[in-house]
């Protein structure tokens, strides 16, 4: 099976521009979990998806935000972004049937200058 | 905030030594699992132990839980340079289709 997919692997963007980025699961899984990681908070969580419906929501603010298709990709938008959006952001898909492990992209490294 | 606490935050040793690095959390947990992330990549899952569960092994790893003090830790043992990487814990942190990352602990093995 292919692994999980994100796009672009890096994007440089400008503050107050937005961007999209995109994750393709692994083939049969339904679930898409979305994650940033930076040096001083870590990995944080923003959101997961199933069927195409957000069952979870981070605390982040409404800048981001997600949507899933009914092929199981998912892609999150970040609209007017600041320099602190500069990151690395994880995509992972599962089965969806609870916490049960993820698997990860290699992640897409956004840098805002 | 939810998030679990790795210790030590780096830890580096020879190839050959083994290497232990704990994890607490805060809140109750359906599972605990270890995460390995190589410089700038994705993480990849390494081992899941369930809350009934005290002891995993799985090749040159072993995970301990204990549930009461809140913490766990990962054993690896005869270490190689390929080892080299951050490792993180993650827990569901009671909120379903969540997980709750700890800041991880980066370990440098030295051939």
């Known amino acids: 099976k292919a692994g999980v997919t994100q796009t672009p692997r890096y994007l440089i963007k400008t503050r107050g521009q937005q961007v999209t980025l995109s994750c393709s699961p692994i083939?049969?899984?339904?679930?898409v979990s979305w994650y940033q990681q930076t040096p001083g908070q870590g990995l944080q969580f923003l959101f997961e998806?199933?069927?195409?419906?957000?069952?979870n929501k981070g605390n982040f603010p409404g800048r981001f935000s997600g949507r899933q298709f009914s092929n199981s990709r998912s892609e999150m938008n970040v609209s007017t972004l600041e320099l602190g959006d500069s990151a690395l952001y994880l995509c992972?898909?599962?089965?969806?049937?609870?916490?049960?492990?993820?698997?990860f992209g290699s992640g897409t490294q956004l840098s805002v200058l | 905030s939810q998030q679990g606490e790795e210790d030590p935050q780096a830890l580096s040793i020879q190839e050959g030594e083994n290497a232990t690095m704990n994890c607490s959390y805060k809140?109750?947990?359906?599972?605990l699992q270890w995460y390995r992330q190589n410089s700038g990549r994705g993480l990849v899952h390494l081992i899941l132990?369930?809350?009934?569960?005290r002891e995993k092994h799985s090749g040159r790893l072993r995970v301990t839980l204990d549930t009461s003090k809140k913490s766990s830790s990962l054993l690896i043992t005869a270490s190689r340079a390929a080892d080299t990487a951050s490792y993180f814990c993650?827990?569901?942190?009671?909120?379903?289709?969540?997980?709750?990352f700890g800041k991880g602990t980066l370990l440098t093995v030295n051939p």
């Open positions: 132990i369930r809350s009934n569960e």
């Open positions: 809140t109750s947990i359906n599972n």
């Open positions: 998806y199933f069927s195409e419906t957000q069952r």
């Open positions: 992972a898909s599962s089965d969806g049937t609870g916490n049960e492990k993820l698997f």
């Open positions: 083939s049969g899984h339904r679930s």
């Open positions: 993650a827990n569901s942190g009671g909120s379903n289709y969540k997980l709750t």
